[in-house]
C-alpha cells in the first residue's frame, strides 16, 4: 500500500524543517547498503549533527522547491539517494560518512552542497580535512590566550616606560 499523501506532505515538512537548520547536504548512493549499515551509518553522524534521510526524489524535489539555497540539489535527485543533512561540525559529519564508506566499501558520494553551491569531490574531500570545531575553538583560544599575554606585558610595561621618560625629562630639566 501506497503512502497517503498526508504523509507525503509531513515527510515534505520534516524535510523542510531539516533543510532550514543544515548547513550543508550530502547526496549519497545507498544501494546495497543494509538496514544494519544505515543504522551505522546514522549513529555516526550523530555525535556531528548530521542525520540521513532516505526519501524519494520526489518529496526531496518537493522539499527544495522554492527554496533557493538547495535548489542545486536538484541535479543529483537521481537513482537511489539518501541525504545527509549536517548543522554544525561540517568536517566532522563528512569525516564520518567517508570513515563509514571505506569501511563498508559501500555507498558512493555523489555529491553535496554547501551554502547554496555543489560541491565536487575534491572540495568534499578538502572538507572533511578541515579540523573539527573543538580543535578550531582550541586554537582560537591558543591565540587569544597569546595575545592577552603580549597584551598583559605591555600594559605592564606602559608605567615603566612612562616613569622612565618622566625621569629623563624631569633629568634633562635640571641639568
Known amino acids: 500500500m501506497g503512502r497517503t499523501l498526508e504523509n507525503k506532505q509531513q515527510i515534505v515538512e520534516e524535510l523542510k524543517g531539516l533543510l532550514d537548520e543544515a548547513e550543508m547536504a550530502l547526496v549519497l548512493d545507498y544501494q546495497g547498503l543494509s538496514i544494519k549499515e544505515m543504522a551505522d551509518l546514522r549513529t555516526r553522524l550523530q555525535s556531528n549533527d548530521g542525520v ?3 526519501t524519494k526524489n520526489t518529496l526531496m524535489r518537493l522539499a527544495i522547491d522554492g527554496n533557493g539555497a538547495w535548489s542545486n ?3 543529483l535527485l537521481t537513482g ?3 541525504f545527509v ?5 561540517v568536517g566532522g559529519a563528512v569525516k564520518a560518512v567517508q570513515s563509514f564508506q ?5 555507498s558512493e558520494t555523489k555529491g553535496g552542497l554547501f551554502e547554496g553551491k555543489l560541491l565536487s569531490h575534491d572540495e568534499i574531500k578538502a572538507i572533511a580535512n578541515l579540523p573539527s570545531r573543538e580543535a578550531l575553538m582550541a586554537q582560537i583560544a591558543g591565540a587569544l590566550n597569546a595575545l592577552a599575554t603580549k597584551v598583559a606585558v605591555g600594559v605592564n610595561e ?3 616606560g612612562l ?3 618622566l625621569q629623563q625629562h624631569a633629568d634633562s630639566g635640571n641639568s
Not at 85 to 89: A, C, E, F, V
Open 80 to 82: 537511489t539517494n539518501a
Open 158 to 160: 606602559v608605567p615603566a
Open 102 to 106: 571505506k569501511d563498508t566499501k559501500k
Open 85 to 89: 543533512l549536517i548543522k554544525g561540525d
Open 163 to 165: 616613569a622612565r621618560s
Open 52 to 54: 540521513c534521510k532516505v
Open 73 to 75: 540539489l536538484d541535479s
